[in-house]
């Protein structure tokens, strides 16, 4: 009898092990994030060592041996090598959305959800030319409503009216308004420009807006700076986005 199992997946992480094989971390539609070992596979006559690099689609047949957590890679075919041809501004976007993915826990129950969104995210990155960061902060807002721990962009999390905002409170996981950001005394609170306030208030419908605006460097560090804190937050751990730092 064949355990032999056939899965799409995005290849998240890849690291190589001993002489010849490969450890591969895939987004899965249906089994959330599997480790796949690619036994073998670096030795020069394998011609599959290509398709296994980093954010590459995958039509896969791996094999799971029911007494271990591990997946055994059998081989692939390619749907789409999302960086192939992509300039690096697009790249390091693609880049930050999946090293997100690998420092959250995804569970099976919304790995297919988590999957549309990420493939949904890349097709529509390549196409934006400016202003790439916005849709990234979109894609983590609809990440963060999956995974059950929504941001709310539209009411003050104190008093839940509808005013502009004037920081973020970690502690609440929300944005403040200026009436509660002066009852809250809290060294912690995130104060934030009119210009970052502004841009969330359009981030729902960035795709409208993101030809016209025009991003200044200091909302880019207090939304990023906002957003990691709100997932490290709620997983209780410092996440980190190396990639981020290279816009
Ligand atoms: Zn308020």
């Given at each position: 009898?064949?355990?032999?199992?056939?899965?799409?997946?995005?290849?998240?992480?890849?690291?190589?092990?001993?002489?010849?094989?490969?450890?591969?971390?895939?987004?899965?539609?249906?089994?959330?994030v599997i480790s796949v070992m690619a036994k073998g596979i670096r030795k020069q006559k394998s011609k599959n060592t290509g398709l296994l690099e980093i954010l590459n689609e995958l039509d896969l047949i791996l094999y799971k041996n029911p007494s271990s957590e591990w997946y055994i890679y059998r081989s692939s075919q390619i749907v789409n090598a999302h960086l192939f041809n992509i300039d690096i501004s697009t790249s390091v976007l693609m880049q930050a959305a999946v090293e997100v993915i690998r420092q959250i826990i995804i569970s099976v129950e919304d790995s297919q959800e988590?999957?549309?969104?990420?493939?949904?995210?890349?097709?529509y990155i390549?196409?934006?030319?400016?202003?790439?960061i916005a849709i990234f902060w979109r894609f983590l807002l609809k990440l963060f409503k999956i995974i059950g721990i929504e941001l709310n962009i539209s009411n003050c999390i104190e008093c839940s009216q509808r005013k502009q905002f004037f920081a973020y409170f970690p502690q609440n996981h929300g944005f403040i308004c200026e009436n509660c950001y002066h009852t809250v005394n809290d060294e912690q609170i995130f104060k934030i420009n009119k210009n970052t306030s502004d841009l969330i208030s359009k981030l729902n419908n960035i795709g409208n807006y993101i030809d016209e605006i025009s991003i200044p460097k200091t909302s880019i560090k207090q939304l990023n700076r906002i957003f990691l804190t709100h997932l490290s937050e709620h997983f209780?751990?410092?996440?980190?986005?190396?990639?981020i730092e290279l816009l």
């Open positions: 009898m064949s355990r032999d199992i056939k899965t799409k997946g995005i290849i998240i992480k890849k690291v190589n092990f001993r002489e010849t094989s490969i450890i591969l971390d895939i987004l899965t539609p249906e089994y959330g988590i999957y549309q969104l990420l493939e949904t995210y890349f097709e390549k196409t934006v030319n400016i202003n790439g209780h751990k410092k996440i980190h986005l190396k990639s």
